[in-house]
């Protein structure tokens, strides 16, 4: 590795302009299908159009899941295919590079959900330059830093703009930490890494410190790399907002991922070369397993099929080029593992500093570690330099007080987290989330894991749980470690007493009702009795946030009472049950949970991302199909072309035999069970 290093301290490399021009047209991403239309028609709308600006534009709409099949230029023929005004989708293929756009202005919560980078490198193949929001989710924002995408919050630049200015490049430094300013300065992540190696960059000491230190902070400053030519890492403490590169434990990715951040390593490093310590890099296939049962004849006719195969096939070569630990597809369909399931079942360690290709990487701070998603640069780099860039947020403490009733689940408490003005707001956006209260510590790690993993629709940077008793006994019974070794790895690992918090949420769990967020957008959850009658045609309990060991116990716990009062899934319901890994299948085997599931009517599905990412059985095919999931977000077109309403194991599992969506009423069974 130290040869690669010297050679690559060797490349040319140079800083942008100090000024820049902002080429192209300005596309206004409007709630108005035909003010899209008339500027896709070459008609350019005054800066005071008075149209709403679209907010929440996730990833999924700017790269829906079938586009980032593909992984080089190719993706600058499809930005925003997804995007949605007006129930219409406007944008067509092509549209924006033909469109001869240069800058996109959209609201609020620009680039939520998927890390996907296909997303911002989409925009930049198409030729959008500038990226201009009221705020902006931190891991596109990131993305687009690293690719050189310009960003900014200041739409006082559009009439600049508009009248031919040259911008200097100091605007779009205003606010941003001296890490991310020199990222930008010097025109994306690979570019600075290479001068960083060759010592041209300004590395700030890690600032200590003034008060004491949350969980999150203290595993900061423990992965601070102090000084990179002498691999110094580790100080004693960190402060709020301090930015530099932290040395990472594990790094993963996934089959959408690897193959285009392979391409940047062999265009930008060279093939041949290294990556470092490929120990602990770890690649999955995870995603597309079952993509051919969820493909339309239309994409299949297109030859998607064979586009997405290749993702298959690059991830493979790269592997065994590298020696790298790949968890692929089984012999008998399927996956071995969702990444976050098979990361929180076997990898992730209290403490450690954890980076994946994926938005639900916070999935495994439910063990007490920092783990967040990062974008395609971000793991190319850390393939050379084993860290990452990142700042120390700032923590929201959510505090969940209270027992938990029965019926309630950790979903419930986090669509209430979700529906808060805080989050929808997006005022956590970038914010570490830290969840205490007594009724965090009664929940398993399974449970807690499912509210770490939608820290990623809070829009956090990531969610922890301190570790606990709890995260001791899941260590000694899942891993084989010994008890004195688990405390150990769990010791000192709590937020002190004076620590910071830029805010708290209290949810008296006590008092919350089973929750159902309707179709749309995650933070959309309301008391399910308020709902009305909504029948279903598809219930699906699955993906990382509901394929878990625990998450099987509630599917089986109401079909058990189901077929124990003679009932079955309701007829015209597809019931689609998925399990996260393959360690999960086994556990429902040894629990005799198959024969339930197939007695009561549900189809089982081997271990994959599937209808979560639309890429699966359990997908919907018509706008008006109306579906309940237990999956982390309901994104238009998330999961299909339907109406998906997210709730818990338990309600899903209730709606499937009802037809309709209900809540699981333990009172009702024991009351069926006592008049037979």
């Known amino acids: 590795m130290s040869d690669l290093i010297s050679r690559l301290k060797k490349r040319a490399v140079e800083k942008r302009a100090p000024s820049v021009t902002i080429d192209g047209r300005i596309l206004f991403l409007v709630d108005n299908a035909d003010g899209v239309k008339r500027q896709l028609g070459g008609e350019d709308l005054p800066l005071d159009h008075g149209m709403a600006y679209r907010d929440d534009i996730s990833t ?46 959209s609201g609020k919560r620009r680039g939520k959900g998927s890390s996907r980078e296909a997303s911002p490198y989409a925009e930049k193949c198409a030729g959008i330059g500038l990226v201009v929001a009221e705020n902006i989710e931190r891991i596109y924002q990131q993305n687009c830093h ?42 994306g992540l690979f570019e600075f890494n290479l001068a960083r190696l060759q010592g041209k960059v300004d590395m700030a000491a890690p600032a200590p410190a003034t008060t004491g230190m949350t969980i999150t902070e203290k595993i900061f400053a423990q992965h601070r790399v102090v000084d990179l030519s002498r ?78 195969d290749q993702l298959r096939i690059k991830q493979e070569e790269f592997s065994k080029e590298q020696g790298v630990t790949l968890h692929g597809e089984t012999g008998h369909g399927g996956s071995e593992a969702i990444c976050h399931s098979k990361i929180l079942e076997t990898y992730a360690l209290p403490g450690q500093l954890i980076i994946g290709s994926d938005s639900h990487t916070p999935h495994s701070g439910a063990l007490g570690c920092v783990a967040f998603g990062v974008g395609t640069t971000a793991i190319f780099n850390s393939w050379i330099t084993k860290d990452v860039y990142s700042y120390v947020p700032e923590t929201v403490r959510i505090v969940c007080t209270g027992k938990k009733p029965e019926g309630i689940t950790a979903k419930d408490m986090m669509l209430a987290i979700l529906a808060t003005e805080y989050v929808r707001g997006g005022q956590a956006i970038g914010k570490m989330v830290e969840y205490c209260g007594e009724a965090v510590e009664a ?52 937020s002190d007493d004076d620590a910071q918090y830029v805010h708290t949420i209290e949810i008296d769990v006590s008092t919350l009702p089973v929750l159902v967020a309707t179709p749309g957008d995650p933070g959309n959850g309301v008391p399910l009795a308020d709902l009305g009658d909504i029948a279903i045609e598809i219930a699906y309990g699955g993906s990382c946030t509901a394929g878990k060991k625990e998450d099987m116990d509630m599917y089986a716990h109401v079909l058990q009472e189901a077929l124990d009062n003679g009932q079955r899934v309701a ?10 890994s393959q360690e999960v299948k086994q556990y429902c085997l040894q629990q005799g949970y198959l024969e339930v599931f197939e007695k009561v009517g549900a189809q089982i599905i081997e271990p994959s991302c599937g209808a979560c990412i639309n890429a699966g059985p359990g997908v919907s095919r018509r706008p008006d199909q109306v579906s309940v999931s237990a999956i982390n977000r309901n994104f238009p077109g998330r999961s299909g072309p339907g109406l998906m309403y997210l709730a818990s194991p338990l309600t899903v599992a209730a709606s499937a035999i009802a037809g309709k969506i209900v809540a699981w009423d333990p009172d009702a069974v024991k009351k069926a069970a006592a008049t037979k």
């Open 571 to 580: 007829d015209g319901v597809e019931f689609w049950i998925q399990f996260g």
């Open 443 to 494: 929940l398993s790690i399974d449970e807690r894991a499912t509210m770490t993993n939608m820290a990623a629709e809070v829009g956090a940077f990531s969610g922890i749980v301190a570790p606990d008793e709890k995260t001791v006994e899941f260590l000694m019974r899942e891993r084989g470690i010994d008890a004195n070794d688990a405390r150990q790895l769990c010791a000192g690992l709590r």
């Open 60 to 105: 999924d709409e700017i790269t829906p899941a079938w586009v980032c099949y593909y992984f080089d230029e190719t993706l600058g023929q499809f930005p925003y295919v997804g995007f949605r005004a007006g129930g219409e989708f406007p944008i067509e293929r092509n549209s924006i590079k033909n469109g001869n756009f240069g800058v996109a202005v």
């Open 231 to 308: 691999d110094k890492v580790g100080c004693d403490s960190i402060a709020i907002g301090d930015a530099g590169f932290f040395r990472t434990d594990l790094r993963f990715s996934h089959e959408y991922v690897t193959p285009m951040a392979s391409a940047f390593f062999h265009e930008k490093v060279g093939k041949g070369e290294p990556v470092n310590d490929p120990r602990s890099i770890v690649f999955f296939r995870d995603h597309l397993t079952f993509l051919a049962m969820a493909m339309t004849p239309e994409r299949k006719a297109q030859g998607l099929l064979e586009v997405a």
């Open 146 to 187: 690293n690719l050189g995408l310009l960003t900014t919050t200041d739409f006082s630049i559009l009439e600049r703009i508009r009248a031919g200015e040259t911008i200097p490049l100091e605007f779009f430094l205003e606010g941003k930490d001296p890490v991310t300013r020199q990222i930008v300065e010097w025109g």
